[in-house]
């Protein structure tokens, strides 16, 4: 059964980065495809980004299209989320999970919360203004 745990949160100024890490364990993690969602208080999760099985592949949301950079590395089991440029609108907590063995990583599959499974406690991100 995979499992997922995330770090790598904290508080950071509006123009600042941060990155995220995602930790995969208990399953064959290199062939899951893997995606980061954010939920801000009040407010429904909100799916960030996604990348494939190798890496060959990454969607993003249209909010953080050429701000955030996903990337994984196979031999360390991790996940990661670069976020630059951040904004205070970005605040919320991050989590990753992974997504559904079986189904095709699609522009159609990849944005749904529903096709994933093995979700983390999530780390918080808080932007300052």
């Known amino acids: 059964q995979v499992q997922v745990g995330e770090s790598g949160g904290g508080l950071v100024q509006a123009g600042g980065s941060l990155r995220l890490s995602c930790v995969i364990s208990?399953?064959?993690?290199?062939?899951?495809?893997l995606g980061w969602f954010r939920q801000a208080a009040g407010r429904e999760r909100e799916f960030v980004a996604a990348?494939?099985?190798?890496?060959?592949?990454?969607y993003y949301s249209d909010s953080v299209k050429g701000r955030f950079t996903i990337s994984r590395d196979n031999a360390k089991n991790t996940m990661y989320l670069q976020m630059n440029s951040l904004k205070p609108e970005d605040t919320a907590a991050f989590s990753c999970?992974?997504?559904?063995?079986?189904?095709?990583?699609?522009?159609?599959?990849?944005?749904?919360?529903?096709?994933?499974?093995?979700w983390g406690q999530g780390t918080q991100v808080t932007v300052s203004s």
């Open positions: 999970a992974a997504l559904s063995p079986g189904l095709p990583f699609t522009s159609a599959t990849v944005p749904n919360h529903y096709n994933y499974i093995a």
């Open positions: 990348i494939s099985w190798n890496g060959g592949e990454t």
């Open positions: 208990g399953s064959t993690y290199t062939t899951y495809a």
